[in-house]
T-cell receptor
Framework: GIQVEQSPPDLILQEGANSTLRCNFS?????LQWFHQNPWGQLINLFY???GTKQNGRLSATTVATERYSLLYISSSQTTDSGVYFC?????????????FGTGTQLKVEL | GAGVSQSPSNKVTEKGKDVELRCDPI?????LYWYRQRLGQGLEFLIY????????KSGLPSDRFSAERTGESVSTLTIQRTQQEDSAVYLC??????????FGSGTRLTVV
């Protein structure tokens, strides 16, 4: 079946550090999104990025669709960055009209 | 509205009772999705609506689950004869045909 694998599963950072989260997917995609779920459960859409690179403040994302992976960069991390980061994909060939979510990266940023 | 609105925010129900969850999408968003998230788990797809097309119900876990949406407006997710394993946060999202999803704050359902 369609797979979305995220790494690392857990990450602890000191405030101010940088990090890279990875998302591998098993098929071609036409829709790749990154979300942040804060400790209160709210899901926030960070990027809609089926290909290329986008930046939003301290966050940026790159998707290389031909190699079936996406990266989320967090620079100068802050405690408010804590939570779970999900990537999700919608494929060209399988999975229907829905995003399939990865299992997430649990990030904790400490002072 | 400015965002996706879900109600109620919390629901406690007795096993065997029916519950109805509501989602009000962003105005103009033609696509609407329901997901379920159990404690500490990822998001599990339930159902997808796109305009007036037939919904994609492939994620509904049993025939106790159903959902409706009229046109591009409010959607309701109904769970009949609730079971304890139905306890979860039910999340609704909407989007344009192409673009990012916007999620609501969810309904936390507890079946006792």
């Amino acid at each position: 079946g369609i797979q979305v694998e995220q790494s690392p599963p857990d990450l602890i950072l000191q405030e101010g550090a940088n990090s890279t989260l990875r998302c591998n997917f098993s098929d071609s995609v036409n829709n790749l999104q990154w979300f942040h779920q804060n400790p209160w459960g709210q899901l926030i859409n960070l990027f809609y990025i089926p290909s290329g690179t986008k930046q939003n403040g301290r966050l940026s994302a790159t998707t290389v669709a031909t190699e079936r992976y996406s990266l989320l960069y967090i620079s100068s991390s802050q405690t408010t960055d804590s939570g779970v980061y999900f990537c999700a994909r919608q494929g060209l060939t399988g999975g229907g009209n829905k995003l399939t979510f990865g299992t997430g990266t649990q990030l904790k940023v400490e002072l | 509205g400015a965002g996706v609105s879900q109600s109620p925010s919390n629901k406690v129900t007795e096993k065997g009772k029916d519950v109805e969850l509501r989602c009000d999408p962003i105005s103009g968003h033609t696509a609407l999705y329901w997901y379920r998230q159990r404690l500490g788990q990822g998001l599990e797809f339930l159902i997808y609506f796109q305009g007036n097309s037939a919904p994609d119900k492939s994620g509904l876990p049993s025939d106790r689950f159903s959902a409706e949406r009229t046109g591009e407006s409010v959607s309701t997710l109904t769970i009949q004869r609730t079971q304890q394993e139905d306890s979860a946060v039910y999340l609704c999202a909407s989007s344009l045909i192409v673009g990012g999803y916007t999620f609501g704050s969810g309904t936390r359902l507890t079946v006792v």
